[in-house]
């Protein structure tokens, strides 16, 4: 057996990440070394479920965005088979994973039995396509659920009261609220709903072959969860939906055992019988972990379908922006993180109408225009924005007379359209400043000491510049952008390790002293910038972010949701 920190000789930790687009894996060796990875797109490689980046958005219910459950399930099977070509399942001492936060799966009564005795001599997707009450998981992008958010804001005594109770005030894609949604419009689905899962906890019930708990940091995501005490609130509970704490489960920490690999598994696929499944979290917590995330300076930007600005703190301090969530790789301390809706597929519009479809095209764009773009700051929603809560639509606006630091005579005016290069910078700069303001006002480091950089835009160097520029900080990026299932492999390997131990171990005793010789280790990208010229470039920054967040403001008070 292992001493305390090493892992043994020979084993793989298999880490997965079920996101909005892709399922995806990652396998580390005992030296925390990537040994293999695999991807299952939904759009491609299981075109016969139709999906676009892998949601379905309902015509008929503005803001309703669902996902196919079994899709999720089917991808599973394929994956594996991808994976069984490139490593030795028996070789797996423990898997992991992430999903993507907030979506849900409802177990139609019942299905505990047929989860519990799968056939390994059929498919998962023909035995488990009976097995929920509805076929439609609710997932993040999500926007229909302003009533059932005020209802249950206003039974618990306000959002800040809400806010403190679980670390976020309501918001329309977490899991409380749809299920409030669902209990209101479709009581017989609720009514005939034995277990509700997180589609993090729903992967890792299949690979259990039982209901497996919500993790407390994925928890957090759901509206329902006492942030100080780690237990569901009941006053929370009762403001959602009747009879719902039944119908959650236990919570459990993110870096505990959540069961041995299911029989089938073991028949199937030849997993070891003893390989541990721990518990699966939410993918913005596996990022944190894959980042290895550990100073309170430190940023991490990801930008992925969402785009998510996350960090550390010793304390909770929820308030009406910004996510609190139990840091998923100790027992005490907390993560804070923004989410924003646009973030990749509004690019990759942009993209499209202005730089050719072609990502190399919009960086000589990026590249061509000056920072600061002459003032043009542009507001993309091609989905209802989550941060700020801004309906669809794109507005842009040149700030004039900027360019002096001390001017008060900063003034705005609309336009209809920018041409495409500063279109291109537009988006890319907004973003940015939207960050940072924000980050600002929910007490993150200002400036940051670094900004880690992760998810599928952080391998495009030239936003990377706009980052630092923008942040006035070095910006730094790990081997590979997907760190969700990479941090999910290594929190395969840390609840391993805190299961041989019998008691927590700190996740940097996998690594420690050790960091640049795994595949974790992080390296600098762009510098931050020391001379004059760009100390006067972030004050202009600093300026046309206040800009930003001054005529953001007075959008949301003209048409934002209430
Ligand atoms: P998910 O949230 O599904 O895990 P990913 O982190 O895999 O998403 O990111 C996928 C996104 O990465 C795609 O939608 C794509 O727009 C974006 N992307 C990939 N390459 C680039 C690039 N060079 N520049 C900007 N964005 C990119
Ligand atoms: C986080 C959020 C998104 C999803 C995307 O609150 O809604 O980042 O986790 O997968």
Not at 81 to 91: A, G, H
Not at 445 to 471: D, E, H, V, Y
Not at 529 to 549: C, H
Request: with cysteine; aromatic share 8%; hydrophobic share 35%.
């Amino acid at each position: 057996m292992a001493g305390r920190g090493s892992l043994p000789e020979g084993s793989l930790f298999l880490g997965f990440d079920s996101s909005t687009q892709s399922l995806k894996a990652t396998v580390l060796n005992n030296e925390l070394t990537i040994v293999a990875s695999e991807i299952v797109n939904f759009d491609s490689d299981l075109p016969h479920y139709k999906t676009e980046g892998g949601v379905y958005r309902d015509p008929a219910d503005d803001g309703h965005i669902y996902s196919p459950t079994i899709m999720w399930v089917e991808a599973l099977e394929l994956l594996l088979e991808k994976l069984k070509t490139k490593i030795n399942f028996s070789e797996v001492v423990a898997v992991s994973g992430s999903g993507q936060q907030h979506g849900s799966v409802y177990w139609k009564k019942g299905s505990h039995p047929l989860l519990s005795s799968l056939d390994p001599g059929k498919s998962l997707l023909s035995q488990l396509k009976d097995a929920f009450s509805t076929m439609d998981s609710p997932i993040w992008m999500d926007s229909s659920t302003t009533k059932q958010c005020r209802e249950i804001e206003n039974a618990v005594g306000g959002a800040l009261e809400l806010a403190k109770l679980t670390g976020s005030r309501a918001y329309e894609r977490f899991t409380g609220p749809q299920i409030r949604k669902i209990y209101e419009t479709t009581p017989d689905i609720y009514e005939d709903t034995e277990r509700i899962s997180l589609v993090s906890s729903f992967m890792a019930s299949i690979l259990v072959g039982s209901y497996a708990s919500i993790d407390e940091t994925d928890g957090a995501g759901m509206n329902l969860m006492d942030i100080n005490q780690r237990t569901w609130s009941k006053t929370v509970l009762e403001a959602t939906a009747p009879g719902l704490e039944g119908k959650l489960g236990n919570l459990a920490p993110a870096y505990s055992v959540a069961g041995r690999v299911a029989p089938y598994f073991v028949q199937r696929f030849q997993f070891d019988k003893n390989c541990l499944v721990i518990q699966w979290s939410g993918d913005n917590p596996s990022s944190l972990a894959g980042l290895t995330l550990n100073t309170p300076g430190d940023l991490a930007i990801s930008l992925g379908t969402s785009d998510t600005v996350f960090g550390i703190t010793a304390e909770a301090k929820p308030s009406l922006e910004g996510h609190v969530f139990p840091n998923p790789v100790e027992p005490d301390g907390y993560m804070v993180m923004l989410c924003y809706k646009n973030g990749s597929l509004t690019r990759e519009d942009v993209r499209n109408q202005c730089a050719e479809k072609s990502w190399d095209v919009f960086n000589s764009y990026l590249e061509k225009t000056p920072p600061l773009n002459g003032g043009k700051l542009g507001f993309y929603y091609k989905d209802h924005e989550i941060l700020p809560p801004l309906p669809v639509g794109f507005h842009r606006y040149i700030v004039e007379n900027f360019n002096d630091v001390s001017s008060d005579n900063v003034v705005e005016r609309e336009v209809e359209e920018f041409d495409p290069p500063s279109e291109v910078r537009a988006i890319i700069e907004g973003q940015m400043l939207s960050m940072r303001g924000h980050a600002e006002r929910f007490g993150m480091p200002n400036p940051p000491k670094r900004i880690i950089a992760t998810g599928g835009a952080s391998t495009n160097g030239s936003i990377l510049k706009s980052i630092a520029q923008i942040f006035g900080c070095p910006v730094f990026t790990v081997q590979r952008p997907d760190s969700a299932s990479l941090g999910a492999a290594l929190r395969a390997a840390h609840g391993w390790l805190c299961n041989a131990e019998g008691s927590f171990v700190p996740i940097s005793c996998l690594y420690e002293g050790n960091l640049e010789k795994t595949s974790l280790g992080s390296k600098l990208v762009v510098p931050a910038g020391e001379k004059e010229e760009d100390r006067e470039l972030l004050k202009k920054y600093t300026l046309l972010m206040r800009k930003r967040m001054e005529i953001e403001r007075r959008l949301v008070e003209k048409i934002g949701r209430a």
